[in-house]
């Protein structure tokens, strides 16, 4: 049931993928894209990460998809198709992609027993509840120091894009030309 | 026992003071107010580090760990902020740069701080999740401080560049880490110690090595991966180049430190042959790179990516010397490039920070143009000043692991480097401007930071005492 389920989440992956990077018009290729994460998302519900599958949701599909699509959405216009690539380009694609599924392939085929087994590979682990008991553990498996210092990251996201993104205004330049005249 | 982490909680509570005092106080004043104010409180932390015991290990919420080692790498980067801060300081006022007004002062300030904060999670890291969210927060503020210049084309474009290039590297980063999850099954550093001691050839593990340390030699501009950062540190305002140069590449020598001499220390010589050739070819493409430049702050990228070059080749030799070796060079290239910085910034207030801006130099200052030939010929390794006495330790350390021919090959480049260092000085001495110049001003604040780091240079190579008790510290 697992196998069955794990092939057709895999083959609808692919597929959408291949759309993304082959279809003409790129508001396509984006929706592409979404089809493509939510089969991701299905493959984490299989490994019991509900959790993950829930963030890929979430941030992937709901948040930098829909980003994505108010980039296109502002800088295209509509109905416009991008120029299909050339043959050559093509064919260096395939050979270049072919040559990395073979080093991936050989190398997962020779070494798959050197994965570790033990570690968090139980049921719960994935769960909503572990993640966040792990989340905010003090103790040694927990991860209390990386979840804090995200916050300072995000806040610090913030600051920077409100400056880059700010637009000098005006009232802004003549505030400044007061603090010049110091 | 919380005082070991005090220097560390202050950092974000100083960012946010300087925000506040942004918002909550009206005065003309303002921008020297902000810029002062962070520079005090990043004296104390410089200070508060000093003071801590260096022969002492703490561990806090057992995933955080504060030692000699991680104490002297703050130190490094609370010594870089303060410089970036007093640099920064001059280009906030009108006509202290050709290029405009620095705006946005409580931000700018604000984002270099919880940049150092960033770093300071990279050295104190005890698990790969830490490790990596101090990258991201050490790298994050530096795409939006490249890009501070708005108008500037030039300025987004290498932001541009840096923010892709820099994305690829979190992507390579994590990339590694899941092979390491895979073949560890925990991301703490005495999970995976343990796990490298009893399979050192572990496959799935030595394949995400590889992704992690392509990363590093990314963050470190080391070649083939240096393409973007002469792009980036011409397109940045002079202070976040000065940064970029000293605390970022010292971030990610500290990265490869604390992952080489904590959890992979077991298999730490399956690296020596690849860092060896990588650190070599760097020098080399840096050098030769840095002889074409006409632009002040291009050549410091290439000279930096050498410099990192002589770095990595210490971390070859294997042995005692190398982490002390490194952690001392590191001091005496912050004095260095700073003190360069410092001088480009006092040349760049009505030029453009290029090579023929220098001509007249030593008519006009003669006492600059005499630091400009001091700093330069320590960062050559001319004895006696510090940079010779840093690169002797350097190329010590890696013929302590037998690699003379590395050696040799690095003192040659050496003094390859000698050659364009000169062109500099010939330009401040002998080549004469072609028209008049305007006169040089120089703030307190320069010269007041000048003369300290210009001291540094100097003495720091002629007293013994400064390189042994960093090895008495980290050794």
Request: glycine share 8%; hydrophobic share 55%; with cysteine.
């Amino acid at each position: 049931m697992i196998d069955t389920l794990f092939i057709i989440l895999s083959l609808m992956i692919i597929f959408f993928a291949t759309l993304v990077v082959t279809l003409p018009n790129i508001l396509h290729c984006a929706l592409a894209l979404m089809a493509s994460l939510f089969g991701s998302a299905g493959l984490y519900i299989l490994l019991n990460a509900e959790m993950t599958a829930l963030a890929q949701v979430a941030v992937y599909i709901g948040g930098v998809v829909i980003f994505i699509i108010f980039a296109i959405f502002l800088t295209t216009r509509m109905g416009e198709k991008t120029t299909p690539s050339s043959l050559p380009k093509i064919g260096w694609g395939l050979v270049l992609s072919s040559f990395a599924f073979a080093g991936f392939y050989g190398f997962y085929a020779k070494y798959l027993n050197s994965v570790s087994t033990t570690g968090y590979s139980t049921a719960e682990d994935g769960s909503m509840s572990a993640v966040g008991k792990i989340l905010l553990n003090t103790g040694s498996e927990g991860l209390i120091i990386p979840f804090e210092i995200v916050s300072v990251l995000l806040l610090m996201t913030v600051i920077g894009a409100v400056v880059i993104a700010r637009a000098e205004t005006k009232a802004l330049n003549c505030d400044s030309e007061s603090q010049e005249n110091i | 026992m919380l005082t070991f982490v005090t220097p560390d909680m202050l950092l974000p509570i100083l960012a946010l003071l300087v925000l506040s005092i942004d918002l909550f106080i009206e005065s003309k004043n303002k921008t020297a107010i902000l810029f002062d104010t962070a520079a005090a409180g990043v004296l104390l932390i410089i200070v508060l580090l000093f003071n801590l015991p260096h022969d002492q290990e703490f561990y806090y919420l057992t995933n955080y760990k504060v030692d000699g080692l991680r104490l002297l790498f703050k130190e490094i980067f609370a010594i870089s902020l303060f410089f970036t801060i007093l640099l920064g300081k001059g280009y906030a006022r009108k006509n202290g740069n050709w290029r405009g007004i620095l705006k946005y002062d409580s931000e700018f300030i604000a984002l270099l701080i919880f940049c150092a904060f960033g770093m300071f999670c990279v050295v104190s890291a005890q698990e790969l999740i830490t490790l990596f969210i101090g990258l991201e927060l050490a790298t994050i503020p530096m795409y939006f401080l490249t890009a501070y210049y708005k108008k500037d084309q030039s300025s987004l474009e290498g932001a541009m560049k840096y923010i892709i290039m820099g994305s690829l590297t979190s992507a390579l980063v994590l990339l590694g880490y899941s092979f390491w999850y895979g073949a560890v099954g925990c991301l703490r550093y005495e999970a995976i110690l343990s796990f490298v001691q009893t399979n050192p050839d572990n496959p799935m593990f030595l394949a995400g090595a590889i992704f992690v340390f392509a990363a590093v030699c990314f963050k470190l501009a080391m070649v083939p991966f240096h393409m973007w950062a002469p792009d980036v540190y011409q397109a940045a305002p002079t202070p976040v180049t000065a940064f970029l140069s000293v605390a970022s590449k010292s971030t990610a020598i500290a990265f490869v430190i604390t992952l080489l001499y904590g959890p992979l220390a077991p298999i730490r010589h399956v690296f020596t042959y690849p860092l060896g050739i990588l650190a070599c070819i760097t020098m080399t493409v840096g050098n030769l790179g840095a002889m074409r430049q006409y632009e002040l702050r291009r050549f410091m990228a290439y000279s930096s990516i050498a410099q990192a070059g002589y770095i990595m080749l210490a971390l070859v030799g294997n042995g005692k010397m190398a982490v002390p070796s490194i952690i001392y060079y590191l001091f005496i290239y912050l004095a260095t490039n700073f003190c360069l910085f410092f001088i480009i910034s006092v040349i760049g207030q009505k030029r453009p920070e290029e090579f023929a801006s220098l001509r007249g130099l030593a008519k006009q200052s003669p006492a600059l143009a005499g630091i400009l030939v001091l700093c330069l010929f320590s960062l050559a390794g001319i004895p006696p000043l510090a940079g010779f006495t840093g690169k002797f330790m350097l190329f010590a350390s890696a013929a302590e692991g037998g690699f003379y021919g590395l050696v040799i090959f690095a003192a040659l480049n050496s003094t390859v480097s000698l050659y364009y260092y000169l062109l500099l000085i010939k330009e401040a001495y002998i080549n004469k401007p072609e028209e008049d110049l305007e006169s040089l001003e120089i703030t307190f604040t320069q010269s007041f930071s000048i003369a300290i780091l210009t001291l540094a240079v100097v003495i720091l190579g002629l007293i013994p005492w400064f390189s042994s008790i960093i090895t008495k510290i980290v050794g």
